[in-house]
């Protein structure tokens, strides 16, 4: 409880007339909240837009570490996770696990390192760990080898996994991304549309097919945090780089449901990051009373709404943040907006900060 | 005997007591298994640490409903990509919207709820209400009342407007007369997640408010 960090993000985004997220009968998907309906985005869906974008934001080169003493760095983690274990046996272990997934080591002057440079990467060997310090004797040669092919370090850090066949690969996921919700209320409409046919005979005035798409418009408060204690657990050295690359993704993704028809791909009007060290904070109550249909708009009354809800909450429940930017809007207690790129490079600076930090004190 | 109370409230929280894979159904309120978790996470407890995950259970449950909530069935696709033919498959997986919930816990332990209370504000682990995509709304703490349950569950104002008849759900004792839930968390272990059955008893209290009035110009700005 002393060492909680965790990471939340607001966001304010207008989408114009579109589809984002439907269900089975097609319609966008939808949620009562304060009495009326509400635009809703799931939170799975954005999540695999993020995760999409993940592919540009982490090119492989940039994680890990190229070493031949991978014995010694998964017999660290091994005692991590079970202290006790000696550290010959740690060694021992680390060794048996590397020829199970197929990687040979030998002895060097009494350190038993691998042949030549290996790469991989911090989650990679955390995994290899985990197999390792449960399992004393049979390895499985499978769950060995994938734990160094795949590289989901990241995604599977933030997102968590779950594999009902084996429990023992399971992560919990370090983010929480919720539902995304208009903050005003929505009605669904109904584009209704024709397709012709180019070569329909002149004499036939019908159409090709008829049909109909149904959609809104929305401006949605998106929220989404990040255990940051929790995420340097799991990738250690490389969380200041996955938490910019999901500080990226999130702000800047979008599902790509009806994309083709309705090209709603929109940037956010305002985003507002905070640093705490006691508990992540929703603001969906900022907008439990739906913002009324005025002459103005929807995007302006939103970020009023947020502003003043985090300034109640700050003054009524809990403290300021640690650390506070916002993009767009002057938002809780910060003094000037900066750019997206700016925002990204100091989130980067503070967590790269608090995890050395963490590492020193632990 | 003191009561911890919690506000759970969030545009959307599910809790499930009977359905896995597939369907994923939600109770009508919140589940003692599922507020059992949300304090765990909040105290840092790990899933297989199964003696301090039943002091948390021996306490008394009891759930009051301040706003009922409507359900929704979300549509969630999902993919397996373990073989080679990627295999998509649909869940149907519900929701209770726009639900607000007071819940307590009961015991003769001040110490232990105070530590919960400090938890609460201060998590381990990000608190969700049933599902991880749920996070709540507002401060979930409503304080430690010195009295039994009930007593407790009536003494905090209502938090949802216009409410009057409350449904109250709440933990009995196996002599007294009761429905059945099987919601009692006996281990949350991922290799083998066991739960049993506890007496409920439901009754309906009038706290007596006005209703608010309906403005019909209201949505007009």
Redesign the interface.
């Known amino acids: 409880m002393k060492n909680n960090v965790y990471l939340d993000f607001h966001v304010i985004q207008t989408v114009p007339p579109s589809c984002v997220n439907r269900d089975d009968t097609g319609s966008p998907k939808t949620a009562i909240y304060g009495g009326v309906t509400r635009a809703r985005v799931s939170s799975q869906a954005w999540k695999r837009a993020i995760r999409l974008m993940f592919k540009d934001e982490f090119p492989n080169e940039n994680l890990g570490v190229r070493t031949k003493k991978i014995v010694d760095l998964i017999a660290q983690r091994i005692r991590k996770i079970n202290s006790d274990i000696v550290e010959k046996d740690a060694v021992g272990l680390a060794q048996k696990v590397l020829e199970a997934a197929g990687i040979k080591t030998k002895d060097n002057k009494g350190k038993i390192e691998t042949g030549a440079l290996f790469f991989i990467s911090e989650s990679q060997m955390t995994e290899l760990a985990r197999l390792a310090a449960f399992e004393t004797e049979n390895f499985d040669k499978k769950k060995c080898s994938e734990a160094v092919k795949e590289n989901p370090a990241i995604d599977i850090a933030l997102f968590g996994r779950m594999v009902a066949d084996d429990p023992s690969l399971n992560y919990d996921a370090a983010a929480q991304v919720a539902h995304a919700i208009s903050t005003h209320a929505v009605h669904n409409e109904y584009d209704y549309f024709t397709a012709v046919d180019d070569c329909a005979p002149e004499d036939n005035a019908g159409a090709g097919h008829l049909g109909t798409v149904e959609y809104n418009s929305s401006t949605l408060y998106r929220y989404a945090t990040v255990n940051i204690t929790e995420l340097a657990k799991n990738l250690g050295s490389d969380t200041a780089i996955a938490v910019k690359g999901f500080a990226d993704a999130f702000i800047r993704s979008m599902p790509t449901g009806k994309q083709n028809t309705f090209a709603n791909r929109t940037l956010p009007d305002a985003v507002y990051v905070t640093i705490r060290k006691d508990q992540p904070i929703n603001m969906a109550g900022a907008f439990e009373k739906p913002v009324p249909t005025t002459k103005e708009g929807f995007v302006d009354k939103s970020i009023e709404k947020l502003n003043d809800y985090a300034k109640k909450m700050y003054a009524d429940f809990f403290s300021e943040p640690e650390i506070e930017w916002a993009i767009g809007s002057k938002i809780g207690k910060v003094e000037e907006t900066v750019s997206l790129n700016t925002l990204l490079e100091g989130l980067e600076k503070e967590i790269r900060d608090v995890v050395a930090t963490a590492e020193v004190e632990a | 005997m003191s009561t911890l109370l919690i506000h759970l409230a ?3 929280q599910s809790w499930g007591i009977d359905s896995k894979f597939d369907t994923r159904r939600t109770a009508r309120e919140p589940s003692k298994s599922g507020v059992v978790g949300l304090l765990s996470a909040a105290m ?1 407890i790990k899933r297989n640490e199964d003696e301090k995950i039943a002091t948390l259970a021996s306490l008394r449950f009891g759930v009051r409903v301040d706003k009922e909530g ?1 359900l ?5 696709t ?1 993919r397996d990509t373990r073989k080679k033919q990627v295999v998509s498959y ?1 869940t149907n997986r519900y ?1 209770l ?2 639900a607000v919930f007071v819940v307590g816990l009961e015991g003769s332990d001040k110490k232990l709820l105070e530590q919960m209370e ?2 609460l ?8 209400l049933g599902r ?8 979930l703490s409503l304080g430690i009342y010195d009295c039994p349950l009930e007593e407790a569950l009536k003494a905090v104002p209502i938090q949802a407007e216009g409410q009057h008849d409350i449904r109250m759900v709440v933990d009995t004792d196996t002599d007294e007369i009761g429905s059945i839930v099987k919601d009692m968390p006996v281990s949350f272990n ?2 083998n997640r066991q739960y049993t059955f506890r007496q409920i008893r439901e009754e309906i209290i009038n706290f007596n408010c006005r209703p608010t009035e309906h403005d019909p110009m ?4």
């Not at chain 2, 929704?72 to 969630?76: K, P």
């Not at chain 2, 991880?132 to 401060?139: A, D, F």
Request: hydrophobic share 35%; net charge negative.
């Open positions: 969030a545009p959307i840092g409507t929704m069935r979300d549509f969630h999902a649909v929701y919207m726009d400090k938890a504000n201060a998590p381990a682990f990000p608190l969700y991880r995509s749920c996070p709540p709304v507002g401060k991922p290799e209201e949505e007009l700005g």
